[in-house]
């Protein structure tokens, strides 16, 4: 199966590491389908239309949460920087200095 989700020869990779690159990618498209729901809905202007794409980016939004907890999960070290960054109030940028620092 040809993929470019591997840097290094996929057979030597750990099947954990496989999963987690599987994860790391679903995580990219779920991004990008957010994206390309915010443009279109940006420029809808039929009403019903606009609601059905409001609700299948809302359902985006759970597939990339739920990709990014379980990359979370397996990476403590990110969990522990982004703990000090998301779901804080303040300058962003200050949150992710002390994070990295920490």
Known sequence: MATDQYHEPPEELSDETRTYARMITSLIEEAEAINWYTQRISVE?????????ENSRKEEFKHFGMDL???????????????GI?????????????????
């Open 45 to 53: 202007k039929d009403v019903s239309a606009k609601a059905i794409l």
């Open 69 to 83: 907890e379980f990359l979370l999960r397996c990476t403590p070290e990110w969990r522990k920087t982004l703990k």
């Open 86 to 102: 998301l779901f804080t109030k303040g300058n962003i940028t200050t949150k992710a200095d002390k994070a990295e620092e920490a």
